[in-house]
């Protein structure tokens, strides 16, 4: 299980009392607006014209609606690589992109929390508006004590989850363009082998690290899912969100239980900046003892768009093996499929 070092105890219930009921009424108001357009019909929603327009957020999302919806569909993702979703507020451009979409598909669980209202603001224009998260159920989720009142929205680090959301597409896009539905399920089975093959691959290569080594300790705490799927602790300098900040009893925490421990190696992230290992970093060695930077995890972006690493597969392949490799485990260099170019 993830061990969340975080006190957030700046944050009041009042705060997250407030920010739960805002949440709260735009789901609602979303799905009040998608059963009015499924009472009247066609009318009050964009007709399809192939292809027609899907518009995604984060680049998990935009890579398995992709393979999910083939050429029936042209899908652009409004963040690119290295955009943090928790910070994320949509341009004006992104705006009218959204406007100009038949079918919106987003995480879900508040991980785009700063687009609710926009989110509500396309589904009254009757443009389809779908989290992929929706087939999660509640005893799956994480509710870190820190995010009090809200759900972890990490699951893609949970590959077995992540099938669930192309599921989630998959039933989606047939509700919309029923007339390829068939298709579209075909696709998410085919894609669905490949993650089980992933899934499979990631219990393997972490099950090979000594347990008294199987600690990662990363810049926030990303991998709650990845920690209870593949049996690995984890603790992270700052919370669920990158929003909140670590207290430097936090980092003093990590800096004691590292120098105690004898952990081989910390892990930066692509899309959070790593000022807060640096200072474990820093305290750890005070103490006299000598830790290594393991390298770079994918935890809310992809990495390059058109590497291997671009990919949701490719991610994950990246990360189950650089841990595993680092941590005095066996996986092959190049990964699982030996396209890993470490270049990133």
């Given at each position: 299980?993830?061990?969340?070092?975080?006190?957030?105890?700046?944050?009041?219930?009042?705060?997250?009392?407030?920010?739960?009921?805002?949440?709260?009424?735009?789901a609602m108001l979303?799905?009040?607006?998608?059963?009015?357009?499924?009472?009247q019909?066609?009318?009050e929603?964009?007709?399809?014209?192939?292809?027609?327009k899907?518009?995604?957020t984060c680049?998990?999302?935009?890579?398995?609606?992709?393979?999910?919806?083939?050429?029936y569909?042209?899908?652009?993702g409004?963040?690119?690589?290295g955009?943090?979703?928790?910070?994320y507020?949509?341009?004006?451009d992104?705006?009218?992109?959204l406007?100009?979409?038949n079918?919106?598909f987003?995480?879900?669980?508040?991980l785009e929390?700063?687009?609710?209202?926009?989110?509500?603001?396309?589904?009254?224009?009757?443009?389809?508006?779908?989290?992929?998260?929706e087939?999660l159920?509640?005893?799956?989720?994480?509710?870190?004590?820190e995010?009090?009142?809200?759900?972890?929205?990490?699951v893609?680090?949970?590959?077995?989850?992540?099938?669930?959301?192309?599921?989630a597409?998959?039933?989606s896009?047939?509700e919309?363009?029923?007339?390829?539905?068939?298709?579209?399920?075909?696709n998410?089975?085919i894609?669905?082998?490949e993650?089980?093959?992933?899934?499979?691959?990631?219990?393997?290569?972490?099950g090979?690290?000594?347990?008294?080594?199987?600690?990662?300790?990363?810049?926030?705490?990303?991998f709650?899912?990845?920690?209870r799927?593949y049996?690995?602790k984890?603790?992270?300098?700052?919370?669920?969100?990158?929003i909140?900040?670590?207290?430097i009893s936090?980092?003093?925490?990590?800096?004691?239980f590292?120098?105690?421990?004898?952990?081989?190696a910390?892990?930066v992230?692509?899309?959070?900046?790593d000022?807060?290992?640096k200072a474990?970093?820093?305290?750890v060695?005070a103490?006299?003892?000598?830790?290594?930077?393991?390298?770079?995890?994918?935890?809310?972006?992809?990495?390059?768009?058109?590497?291997?690493e671009?990919?949701?597969?490719?991610?994950?392949d990246?990360?189950?093996?650089?841990?595993?490799?680092k941590?005095g485990?066996?996986?092959?260099?190049?990964?699982?499929?030996?396209?890993?170019s470490?270049?990133?």
């Amino acid at each position: 299980m993830s061990l969340n070092i975080n006190n957030n105890s700046r944050f009041s219930l009042y705060v997250k009392s407030r920010t739960l009921l805002f949440f709260t009424l735009i789901a609602m108001l979303i799905s009040a607006c998608d059963s009015k357009q499924g009472s009247q019909g066609q009318s009050e929603t964009k007709k399809l014209s192939y292809p027609y327009k899907i518009v995604t957020t984060c680049g998990m999302v935009t890579d398995i609606v992709q393979q999910v919806v083939g050429d029936y569909a042209v899908v652009e993702g409004l963040m690119g690589e290295g955009v943090d979703p928790h910070l994320y507020r949509p341009t004006r451009d992104d705006v009218e992109k959204l406007s100009k979409a038949n079918v919106i598909f987003y995480s879900g669980l508040m991980l785009e929390g700063r687009m609710g209202d926009t989110f509500a603001k396309m589904s009254r224009k009757g443009v389809k508006v779908y989290a992929v998260t929706e087939l999660l159920q509640d005893d799956y989720l994480m509710e870190p004590e820190e995010f009090e009142g809200h759900w972890d929205p990490h699951v893609w680090n949970d590959v077995a989850a992540w099938m669930s959301a192309v599921q989630a597409v998959a039933k989606s896009l047939g509700e919309i363009d029923p007339k390829n539905a068939i298709i579209y399920q075909k696709n998410a089975d085919i894609y669905l082998v490949e993650l089980k093959n992933l899934h499979d691959y990631a219990k393997k290569c972490i099950g090979t690290i000594p347990e008294k080594q199987r600690v990662l300790i990363t810049a926030h705490d990303a991998f709650g899912y990845f920690s209870r799927a593949y049996g690995i602790k984890v603790m992270a300098a700052q919370g669920v969100t990158t929003i909140s900040e670590a207290a430097i009893s936090d980092i003093n925490r990590l800096v004691d239980f590292i120098s105690s421990n004898d952990v081989k190696a910390i892990f930066v992230e692509h899309t959070v900046s790593d000022r807060n290992l640096k200072a474990v970093l820093e305290g750890v060695e005070a103490k006299g003892k000598i830790i290594e930077i393991g390298g770079m995890l994918y935890s809310d972006a992809m990495g390059r768009p058109g590497t291997y690493e671009g990919s949701y597969i490719g991610m994950m392949d990246h990360n189950v093996t650089l841990v595993t490799r680092k941590l005095g485990g066996e996986a092959p260099e190049k990964g699982l499929n030996g396209k890993l170019s470490w270049d990133e």
